[in-house]
């Protein structure tokens, strides 16, 4: 089964991802109608099915304007009516597996397209995370350890553009090994010179680089517990007190 998946951006620093194959198209959280519409008649293609990984204005606001001229089924968590792991099955398309990650919102899910694709949302961003308007940060936690349980080679395409300002925030925090993120650094420059695009990202670079997946490394332990004047002795706490810091910066 053939697909491509083209990035649309919309508003300062939103992404909707389109997949499509030669006739129809799966659109993950549609901000506008306008560049989605304008993408399916450039490209000859009718709308199969809209995903919508949780309900923040942002991701939602194209659906209504697809939805009357397309009549796409959609698929979301709104009312609790996905269960984690199961399978959702677009015709024409390889299988999508749904991955629950509560803690941005309650209803946030990933979506797994053909166990390669994590279209992440809200929850995981390249060397960042959500901020977790739920207040429950182990809820966050949690879903987070399940995404890094995928397959090291899963690329990632959250919904914003956010990773020059984490990369700023992951040096200002982690300022004594610069170096470490030397690699990176140059792979994303080349990206965002060619394209302003540093999406999608692979799981293996976030595991190495994302301060929010780094969680079992005690040195940044101690780095995260001078900074919040706290004492962290595993990895929760860590990954409570660096969502604070992050949400001051
Ligand atoms: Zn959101």
């Known amino acids: 089964m053939n697909y491509q998946i083209k990035a649309l951006r919309a ?21 506008l109608t306008e560049s989605v519409d304008e993408f399916l008649q450039q490209n000859n293609l009718h709308l199969d099915s809209i995903l919508l990984t949780h309900g923040h ?5 194209g659906v209504a304007g697809l939805v009357n001229k397309y009549s796409p089924q959609i698929v979301d968590n709104f009312s609790d009516q996905l269960t984690d792991a199961s399978n959702v099955q677009i015709d024409g398309f390889p299988q999508i597996q ?16 053909d166990n390669k694709h994590l279209f992440c949302g809200d929850t995981l961003f390249s060397l960042g ?9 182990q809820l966050m936690y949690d879903s987070l350890a399940k995404l890094k349980r995928l397959d090291n080679n899963v690329l990632f395409y959250p919904a914003h553009e956010y990773t020059l300002n984490n990369l700023r925030f992951t040096l200002e925090l982690d300022n004594e090994n610069q170096e470490y993120y030397a690699d990176f650094i140059n792979k994303i420059d080349s990206k965002l010179f060619e394209k302003q695009n ?3 990202t692979v799981l293996s670079d976030e595991l190495k680089y994302n301060l929010f997946l780094r969680d079992n490394d005690a040195r940044l ?17 860590y990954f409570k ?7 001051n910066f």
């Open 129 to 137: 995370c959500g901020r977790v308007f739920t207040n429950d940060y």
């Open 221 to 237: 332990w101690s780095v995260v517990g001078k900074k919040s004047e706290s004492v962290i002795t595993n990895g929760f706490e």
């Open 98 to 113: 749904v991955i629950l990650t509560p803690g941005h919102m309650y209803e946030h899910v990933c979506y797994l397209f």
């Open 198 to 200: 540093s999406l999608p």
């Open 57 to 61: 204005s942002d991701h939602i606001g």
């Open 11 to 31: 508003l300062n620093d939103n992404y909707i991802w389109v997949i499509y194959n030669q006739k129809s198209a799966i659109v993950v959280d549609p901000t």
């Open 241 to 247: 007190q660096l969502r604070m810091i992050r949400n």
